[in-house]
């Protein structure tokens, strides 16, 4: 008798097998069935963390004048600014530019530095805390018989995370493009 069992449990197990493989999903999907109410309103979430600093982060000056003065010793004209945001970890992996209006606000010409043009030349040399920029010639800041002002400079500094993520759409050299992108007034 136990002998039978045993036999019948094995072709039992062997049908249910057959049974089971011989199922297949050739038939045609059936219409969808109606929309369901929608559930009770769910426990608001955790915070998510911090995202990237966007422009908020970059910094700029107003244009400056500047009052250049003879470095008798390298014969050059130098002109220094006081910028406690330049640091050594923006001058190691952030951005510092330096743009000069070589005409008036009313009319910019707005070039960047270094500029070469002829025999002049404009170059900028970064310290931490000081921007210094250096000409052959003098261009201070003047000012026209109107009160009009050329020769202004501005800075924009990019910190090393920001500079990393905006480098690859910007022209750096076209102060425009910069303008625009930052959203820098004047």
């Not at 049974?19 to 038939?27: I, M, Q, R, T």
């Not at 921007?131 to 003047?142: C, H, P, V």
Request: net charge negative; proline share 4%.
């Amino acid at each position: 008798m136990k002998r039978i069992s045993s036999y019948f449990f094995v072709a039992a197990m062997f049908s249910l097998m057959l049974g089971l493989a011989s199922c297949g999903k050739d038939g045609d999907v059936g219409p969808a069935g109606p929309a369901g109410e929608n559930g009770a309103k769910g426990d608001k979430g955790d915070k998510g963390d911090k995202g990237d600093p966007g422009s908020s982060n970059i910094i700029y000056s107003e244009w400056l004048e500047t009052q250049f003065g003879l470095d008798t010793v390298n014969q050059e004209f130098v002109w220094e600014l006081e910028v406690p945001e330049i640091t050594t970890d923006v001058i190691n992996t952030g951005l510092v530019k330096v743009y000069f209006n070589l005409y008036l606000a009313s009319d910019p010409r707005v070039s960047s530095v270094p500029y070469i043009e002829g025999d002049l030349y404009i170059r900028d040399l970064l310290a931490e805390g000081s921007l210094i920029l250096m000409s052959n010639y003098n261009i201070s800041t003047q000012t026209n018989a109107s009160g009009q002002k050329r020769f202004l400079v501005r800075y924009v500094i990019v910190p090393g995370a920001a500079a990393g993520r905006v480098s690859k759409g910007i022209n750096w050299g076209n102060y425009d493009e910069v303008k625009a992108y930052f959203g820098l007034k004047n």
